[in-house]
């Protein structure tokens, strides 16, 4: 099951910035947090991982609480096509061999004209 | 460098029949992930490959499901036998192998799916 609990969704106005929050309470020391969107039925797309400090790339900015239990993720200047379902997901050993990612419902954001 | 391919993006078949769904990963990487979404759903994990090796296989049905990636040629998930219930969009995701082979920072990058429809 996720570990994750995240807001069901989010308008944004286009040219804004989109911020996207994220629980994970249960998180170990060496889980990572991973942030992927599935643009409408699009293979996932791969943003932004961090551990426990805050981390930036091209697309987004990702920042975690000091106490690693919440994190939100920072697109700074939404456009349309940042429309897309947006999943936390803390990266955690399977048990089995791997370190799957579960996805939850994540959250569907909408960016308005 | 070229992403993840799969191929076919779309494929019908009739219930009973054979489904094979191929999957080449990101030039060198050697990791692939299997995922399945069902209709409104999320992924769920399927299974974990490398090379020549079946690593987790936790997330597979029992039956009629298996998944292979040989030493040379795309990864395959193979479903025999189809059923209605089998229609989903299916993702794999390659990742490399990191130096010191800490698979927590591996990070996994998915292609375009194969939508399957049973008819």
């Known amino acids: 099951d996720a570990k994750t609990t995240q807001p069901p969704s989010m308008d944004c106005a286009e040219g804004r910035a989109a911020n996207l929050p994220c629980n994970h309470s249960?998180?170990?020391?060496?889980?990572?947090v991973y942030w992927y969107r599935q643009i409408h039925s699009q293979g996932p797309q791969y943003i932004i991982h961090?551990?426990?400090n805050n981390e930036t790339n091209e697309m987004a900015s990702l920042i975690i609480t000091e106490d690693r239990k919440s994190s939100t993720l920072i697109l700074p200047h939404a456009t349309l096509r940042d429309t897309a379902v947006y999943y936390c997901?803390?990266?955690?050993?399977?048990?089995?061999?791997?370190?799957?990612?579960?996805f939850g419902k994540g959250t569907k954001l909408s960016v308005i004209p | 460098n070229a992403g993840v391919m799969q191929n076919p993006r779309h494929l019908v078949r009739r219930r009973g029949q054979e489904a094979r769904l191929r999957c080449s990963p990101m030039?060198?990487?050697?990791?692939v992930y299997w995922y399945r979404q069902l209709p409104e759903e999320g992924l769920k994990f399927m299974v974990y490959?490398?090379?020549?090796?079946?690593?987790?296989e936790s997330g597979m049905p029992k039956e009629r499901f298996s998944a292979e990636f040989p030493k040379e040629g795309p990864s395959i998930l193979r479903i025999q036998q189809v059923v209605r219930g089998d229609s989903a969009a299916y993702f794999c995701?390659?990742?490399?192998?990191?130096?010191?082979?800490?698979?927590?920072?591996?990070?996994?990058?998915f292609g375009p799916g194969t939508r399957l429809l049973v008819l």
């Open positions: 995701a390659s990742s490399p192998l990191l130096a010191g082979g800490n698979s927590y920072q591996e990070t996994q990058y």
């Open positions: 249960t998180i170990s020391g060496n889980e990572y």
């Open positions: 961090g551990l426990k």
């Open positions: 997901i803390v990266r955690a050993y399977s048990g089995a061999g791997s370190y799957q990612l579960t």
């Open positions: 030039k060198g990487h050697s990791h």
């Open positions: 490959l490398q090379k020549e090796n079946i690593i987790d």
